[in-house]
């Protein structure tokens, strides 16, 4: 069971990129994902989640409006659309992959390793 983030980079003020996370030897489509992310000296902290369903999201309130999450079953990728980014942005970003689409990074069984993302001019 293997989940790979990709698609950090840095980027100015006001930019986007789209993170993906990519699994294998699973189905990504039967699993909840959620992203979360960790800035230098701070907490692992929730940033967005879809059930399995698709049905639910979760986005924290610090990204509402500018980050949407989604997946792509017949790619087995779920991806992270992040748009006017700020560089309060800036954090590792992790996948991870579990029952249900909750805030709670322990509730998810399966990490992937991060990709950073830096927002800086």
């Known amino acids: 069971v293997q989940l790979q983030a990709s698609g950090g980079g840095l980027v100015q003020p006001g930019g986007s990129l789209r993170l993906s996370c990519a699994a294998s030897?699973?189905?990504?489509?039967?699993?909840?994902i959620g992203w979360f992310r960790q800035a230098p000296g701070k907490e692992r902290e929730p940033v967005s989640c879809?059930?399995?369903?698709?049905?639910?999201?979760y986005y924290a309130d610090s990204v509402k409006g500018r980050f949407t999450i989604s997946r792509d079953n017949a790619k087995n990728t779920a991806y992270l659309q992040m748009n006017s980014l700020k560089p309060e942005d800036t954090a590792v970003y992790y996948c991870?992959?579990?029952?249900?689409?909750?805030?709670?990074?322990?509730?998810?069984?399966?990490w992937g390793r991060g990709t950073q993302v830096t927002v800086s001019s």
């Open positions: 879809i059930s399995s369903s698709d049905v639910s999201t």
């Open positions: 991870a992959a579990g029952t249900d689409c909750t805030s709670n990074q322990y509730d998810y069984i399966y």
């Open positions: 030897r699973f189905t990504l489509g039967y699993y909840a």
